[in-house]
């Protein structure tokens, strides 16, 4: 029985490999063009800008952290950690705000794999919370003021920022959780990620893409380990989600409310809400921000009248 290739088996499976490799990197565009920037664009962005980020790299022999900041670091810290893909850049309107850099030293970090930052030596991302939140709360040594200050995570960000605050809490008076994928019982998977992570097409795509796909496939155990860490977190929490988010289950803040049950915490709903809540919804971030009692009372009034659905 003949059971080789012959020429024209070859070519298929070429055209197929290439074929998905196009596929998947229309995909990579469409589904994540917008957490991706380009220096050139970052550039264009910036060349009219009043106020314009000072960057920073914190390095040892392993690690090397890129953090762009705003605000004067003598100011209470806000510590800002993107989800997967990301970059420092997607929270650039905090960082571009006149009146949140006159409240805080805002510090927003590229976690290691991503953009600027990276484990030196390691062709493979490091995926562990526990490691990326010791890496990334190393960017707190810019900040001059031993203030206590707020730190937000949104998407993957936000399980690791959870970390740094039950690592630290002496260093935060607020964890503002955004559209977080905490839940390890609902991960969401693309019908891309198995090719990507696994064989040779993942060397074809761009790093951001591959690390984000094997932070995907260690997403649920790194959670699961998390899971009896949530009761030792002490400070004051509020978590916002969408209900159309189609990337991050709005079954999460459900979660959120069960490991938090008890505590100081928060919890809005955002009505047709996407992902994209502290872009799409910059206002209700921003009023969290500086003004997070109210937030809460007004969610209270909501509740009492039966009409939890805050118009944010």
Request: hydrophobic share 40%; net charge positive; proline share 5%.
């Amino acid at each position: 029985m003949n059971v080789g290739l012959n020429t024209s088996d070859i070519k298929i499976s070429g055209i197929r490999h290439l074929f998905l490799i196009l596929i998947i990197s229309i995909s990579c565009t469409g589904c994540f063009r917008r957490f991706v920037q380009t220096n050139k664009q970052l550039r264009t962005y910036y060349k009219d800008k009043a106020v314009k980020p000072t960057y920073f790299t914190i390095q040892n022999d392993s690690v090397k952290l890129f953090c762009a900041t705003a605000g004067a670091d003598t100011l209470p810290p806000l510590l800002i950690v993107h989800g997967a893909p990301g970059a420092w850049y997607g929270s650039r309107n905090l960082l571009d705000d006149s009146l949140i850099i006159t409240r805080f030293h805002v510090i927003s970090v590229d976690r290691p794999g991503y953009d600027k930052s990276t484990f030196k030596g390691r062709r493979k991302a490091v995926t562990s919370i526990d490691v990326q939140a010791t890496v990334i709360h190393e960017a707190m040594r810019l900040n001059r003021s031993h203030k206590k200050g707020i730190i937000m995570g949104s998407s993957y960000g936000g399980p690791i920022a959870a970390k740094i605050a039950i690592d630290h809490p002496g260093e935060f008076y607020h964890v503002l959780l955004l559209a977080a994928a905490i839940d390890p019982d609902h991960e969401k998977f693309w019908w891309f990620n198995k090719y990507v992570h696994h064989g040779p097409l993942k060397w074809l795509l761009p790093r951001f893409f591959r690390t984000a796909t094997n932070e995907k496939y260690t997403h649920e155990s790194e959670l699961r380990k998390l899971l009896p860490l949530w009761s030792r977190l002490t400070v004051p929490v509020t978590a916002v989600q969408g209900d159309a988010d189609k990337i991050v289950n709005p079954v999460n803040l459900d979660f959120a409310r069960k490991v938090l049950a008890g505590k100081n915490a928060t919890f809005i709903l955002i009505p047709g809400a996407d992902h994209l809540i502290r872009w799409h919804h910059a206002d209700l971030v921003r009023k969290i921000l500086l003004q997070p009692e109210t937030v809460t009372a007004e969610i209270s009034i909501h509740k009492k009248a039966g009409q939890y659905h805050p118009a944010f």
